[in-house]
């Protein structure tokens, strides 16, 4: 395991899951970090509770990262003790609704490939020249089963993670020869606060999801980013898999009750 102490990691989408569990385990080994996320109260709090309990310097920016240009802005104004980053996690994702496509509202279409795609995109964009410059570095993003498997209702959101699995492996491909680690983490169900966006705050819609089985936790996937980002510099695990053991494909749960 190669210590994480001192190196700089960048996370996107921290308020909440799977993020905020990524960055409470990158502070615990040691790592800075670059934090952001829209929802700036829950971005300071978090900042704070790291700050109270790890000995590590943290650079929290609200930002939405569907807005290239600000995007752009808020890497390019990088502290100068926070210029140079190691670890891109690309997490900020939401789904929205779980309908037939015919009956789905195209607003959330929007929403979920801006996030999704665009937003990882513009990001990694971001973040990459120097990371190619200097010829070391690692980009970890956070697809889904939802990007191996296609399932009923959910056109948009499989389409983008699809999307995010397609953006990983060409990045891998174009990155061979620059020193660079590309690596995918691919949960199935997760309970963090992915339910209540998909379903619009619909609390019981949101538990209903995760009715009768053990679902993973935020801090299972926190686990698996951190198994990844702490191998030896020349192994690069490409694509991980994690399912709750009551789940074997994006449609195969197994419910008690
Ligand atoms: P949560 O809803 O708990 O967390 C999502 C995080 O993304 C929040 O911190 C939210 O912060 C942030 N975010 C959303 N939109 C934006 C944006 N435009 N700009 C910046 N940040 C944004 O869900 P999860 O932790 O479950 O989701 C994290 C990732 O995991 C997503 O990519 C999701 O698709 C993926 N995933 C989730 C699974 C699950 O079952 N939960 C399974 C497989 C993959 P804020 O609202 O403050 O901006
Ligand atoms: C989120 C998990 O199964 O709802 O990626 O697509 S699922």
Avoid at 95 to 121: A, H, M, Q
Avoid at 163 to 189: C, E, H, W, Y
Avoid at 241 to 257: D, E, K, M, W
């Amino acid at each position: 395991m190669v210590s994480l102490k001192g190196k700089t990691v960048f996370i996107t989408g921290v308020t909440s899951g799977i993020g905020k569990a990524s960055a409470l385990a990158f502070a615990e080994a040691g790592a800075n970090l670059i934090l952001c996320a829209r929802r700036e109260d829950l971005l300071s709090k978090l900042a704070e509770e790291i700050k109270q309990k790890f000995d590590v310097k943290i650079h929290a920016v609200k930002l939405d990262v569907r807005k290239k240009n600000d995007v752009n802005k808020m890497v390019a104004s990088l502290p100068a003790e926070f210029i140079k980053i190691d670890i891109l996690l690309n997490n900020a994702g939401l789904g929205r609704g779980l309908n037939k496509f015919y009956e789905d509202n195209p607003d959330g279409w929007e929403e979920t490939i801006d996030t999704n795609v665009k937003g990882l995109l513009y990001v990694t964009y971001a973040v990459l020249p120097q990371m190619v410059e200097r010829q070391e570095g690692h980009i970890i993003n956070i697809g889904s089963i939802a990007g191996h498997e296609a399932y009923p209702k959910g056109a948009v959101y499989c389409a983008s993670k699809h999307a995010v699995n397609a953006i990983t492996k060409s990045l891998r491909m174009d990155l061979i020869d620059k020193n660079i680690r590309v690596s995918t983490i691919d949960p199935g169900l997760v309970e963090t606060g992915f339910s209540m966006v998909r379903f619009y705050g619909d609390e019981e819609k949101a538990k209903n999801t995760y009715k009768g089985l053990t679902p993973l936790i935020a801090e299972d996937i926190a686990d698996a980013v951190l198994f990844v980002a702490t191998r030896k510099p020349h192994v690069n695990i490409a694509q991980m898999v994690v399912f709750p053991t009551a789940q074997a494909s994006s449609t195969l749960v197994h419910r008690n009750g």
